[in-house]
């Protein structure tokens, strides 16, 4: 395909101020036999066009997209590959919320009132959304995702600069470290640049120093960042926290698989049982619950099943296209 030829349409969305700009046209078809197989293909024979609609001048340092695919369990609505600035991720909270009432609104799966299912295959498994739908207009969305753990609970590194740091690991559809931002040294308040170098430097060590991995399946046995807190736990008021996760992308939302794990890392130190809810907050002010759905276990791990709300919104709608002579087709990045 010539670059004159590219035409890329997307519907805009966000949720809690995260950007989801899913792709409805113009991608090319991937043609793997599972899920991860195409996120394979897409990222070693089609990267080009997640960095086209994924960098500048299309998009930004902190963007976050998402590619529709076929897919391959029979029980799906739909299926999606996440992208951002770095590659491909295994899971998105704040994408599968804006999916559900994308996929409501698009008759992709017919409108039931009061609340409609969607099931959306992720690359980590089959999530369920829960959609409200009122005069057939789609609303808030709650998830239920793939069973979450507690990988590692008051783990140790040593981060430069910082020295030993004590940290948890959980998953919930990707993994991510945890700690009070208090143990850098910081707050919540301070200037974005230094919560991204802080929480920067822990992913590094974790890396360096951990090993990480997923029971069953090697391609999702990885860190995809770390969620710097302010030490509550969301009982009588809203935790906040920040989501530094691929290449320092920031997320805006209070992110879905995070707060996902943040979930089964509570309920694994006794903080959280069934039929409780807590609210989590992002830097923007957004907010998500989260609670346990129930208990569960993943290859003999004790594990739970979280349920997560929040609420998207469109923003818009885009056609992208590259000139013959455009010397940027396949974007950049400036930070």
Same mark, same amino acid.
């Given at each position: ?5 590219? @035409? ?29 197989? &195409? #996120? ?25 997209? +998402? ?51 969607? @099931? ?5 498994? *089959? ?9 057939? #207009? ?19 590194? /040593?981060?430069?600069? %910082?020295?030993?740091? /004590? ?11 945890? *700690? ?7 707050? *919540?308040? =301070? ?10 430097? +822990?992913?590094?060590?974790? &890396? ?35 989501? +530094? %996760? =691929? ?14 794990? #943040? ?12 039929? $409780?809810?807590?609210?989590? @907050? ?5 907010? %998500?619950?989260?609670?346990? $759905? ?9 594990? +739970?099943?979280? #349920?997560?709300?929040? &609420? ?20 950049? *990045?400036?930070?």
């Amino acid at each position: 395909m010539s670059d004159s030829s590219i @035409r890329i349409a997307t519907t805009e969305m966000h949720t809690g101020g995260e950007a989801v700009r899913i792709v409805e046209s113009g991608y090319p078809r991937l043609e793997g036999r599972t899920i991860l197989d &195409k #996120r394979r293909q897409a990222r070693e024979h089609f990267d080009r066009y997640r960095r086209l609609i994924m960098f500048e001048p299309r998009g930004h340092y902190d963007m976050y997209g +998402v590619i529709p695919v076929e897919p391959d369990l029979p029980e799906a609505d739909m299926a999606v590959l996440f992208i951002h600035n770095e590659g491909y991720s295994t899971m998105c909270g704040h994408a599968v919320i804006a999916l559900g009432r994308y996929a409501v609104d698009r008759g992709i799966v017919p409108a039931v009132e009061p609340a409609t299912i969607v @099931r959306i295959q992720c690359p980590c498994g *089959l999530v369920t959304a829960h959609v409200e739908v009122r005069d057939g #207009r789609a609303g808030a969305v709650s998830f239920v995702s793939v069973p979450a753990f507690a990988a590692a609970l008051d783990a140790t590194v /040593t981060v430069p600069g %910082f020295g030993p740091v /004590t940290l948890d690991i959980g998953y919930g559809g990707a993994f991510y470290a945890f *700690l009070p931002a208090e143990r850098l040294g910081l707050t *919540l308040e =301070a200037r974005a640049g230094q919560l991204v170098e802080a929480a920067d430097a +822990v992913s590094a060590a974790v &890396k360096a120093q951990m090993t990480i991995e997923h029971p069953l399946e090697p391609d999702l046995g990885f860190l995809y960042g770390t969620i710097l807190t302010d030490g509550g736990d969301g009982r009588h008021r809203p935790t906040t926290n920040v989501c +530094v %996760f =691929a290449d320092r992308e920031v997320d805006r939302s209070p992110t879905g698989s995070g707060v996902t794990a #943040r979930v089964a890392l509570m309920q694994a130190r006794g903080d959280l049982a069934l039929g $409780e809810t807590r609210r989590f @907050r992002s830097i923007t002010g957004s907010e %998500f619950t989260g609670a346990i $759905e129930a208990l569960t276990d993943l290859a003999g791990r004790p594990a +739970v099943t979280a #349920r997560v709300a929040g &609420k998207a919104h469109y923003s818009g709608s885009a056609v992208f296209t590259v000139e013959a002579d455009d010397p940027f087709p396949d974007g950049f *990045l400036v930070r």
